[in-house]
């Protein structure tokens, strides 16, 4: 049986199209949406509207946390499937690829196999964004991190792992990916799927998002101090220079403007807070 958890807040532009790609699929046996933040009616309103008309069982929960790694633990202790799969509102999925997600874990042994990412090509920030994950993130195999959407999750995971119950909920993968490889050997990865995302496209867009990740990684580094030192490596030399590097040696120009901005906004942040 696989669950599949969306959480949603001020997702009504976006959370159409995630859910019916995902039950276009006919993989899904359960669809958990939770829906967080301030009481947002129309994104709940649109995802019962959808999913009453699909037939698949499913449920639509609020939760007023305001932490997104506490809101993705409530939709998978919700869950009743062998395997979770976590999809946010921003991506579509295709046929075929929760499937693959699921058979790539059972084959390489992994608790958890992330997708491919390919971002929807409006804008020259879009366009960039997807060249930087073609060239640092799409190669399938197995890996030490990697995100927690899209991605399955075997359900034993949770009985050794939880999401954290506290922080800014920008750093959910980093802080579990870090404490599963630190108390557990299990294994994760990419799989060979690519999941298509819908961003926003304009500048500011970005530069607003990764001001959000480098609060995270701030957070991430008070929770666990023994990791600052590789946090800033990670902000201050291999987005700004090794990736970029990469990047042109590759032919991957606009990959090259996105990770130093990422990097440099991210690291200002981190240093701040």
């Known amino acids: 049986?696989?669950?599949?958890?969306v959480c949603a807040k001020d997702e009504a532009d976006r959370i159409e199209g995630c859910l019916r790609s995902l039950l276009a699929t006919g993989e899904v046996d359960e669809l958990i949406v939770v829906i967080g933040g301030?009481?947002?009616?129309?994104?709940?309103n649109i995802a019962r509207r959808v999913l009453r008309q699909s037939g698949t069982r499913f449920m639509v929960v609020t939760s007023d946390s305001?932490?997104?790694?506490?809101?993705r633990q409530l939709g998978i202790d919700l869950a009743q499937g062998d395997w979770v799969a976590l999809i946010d509102a921003d991506h579509r999925v295709e046929p075929g690829d929760l499937t693959a997600l699921v058979d790539t874990a059972v084959v390489e042994g992994w608790a958890i196999a992330q997708a491919g990412l390919s971002v929807r090509p409006d804008s020259f920030w879009n366009r960039a964004e997807s060249s930087f994950l073609a060239l640092t993130h799409n190669t399938p195999g197995q890996r030490d991190m990697v995100g927690v959407a899209p991605a399955v999750f075997h359900r034993d995971l949770f009985r050794l792992v939880r999401f954290a119950e506290s922080g800014t909920g920008g750093g959910d993968d980093t802080d579990l990916l870090y404490r599963l490889a630190?108390?557990?050997?299990?294994r994760v990865g990419i799989a060979p799927v690519v999941v298509e995302t819908v961003h926003a496209p304009r500048l500011a867009d970005y530069v607003r998002k990764f001001r959000w990740y480098g609060t995270a990684d701030a957070q991430f580094a008070r929770t666990y101090p023994e990791r600052r030192r590789s946090m800033l490596f990670?902000?201050?030399v291999r987005y700004p220079v090794l990736h970029p590097a990469r990047a042109i040696a590759a032919g991957r120009f606009r990959a090259a403007p996105y990770a130093v901005l990422q990097g440099l906004v991210r690291a200002s942040c981190f240093i701040r807070t």
């Open 1 to 5: 049986m696989l669950s599949v958890v």
């Open 182 to 186: 630190r108390d557990t050997d299990l």
């Open 38 to 44: 301030e009481p947002d009616v129309e994104t709940a």
């Open 66 to 71: 305001g932490s997104l790694p506490v809101d």
């Open 234 to 236: 990670h902000l201050l």
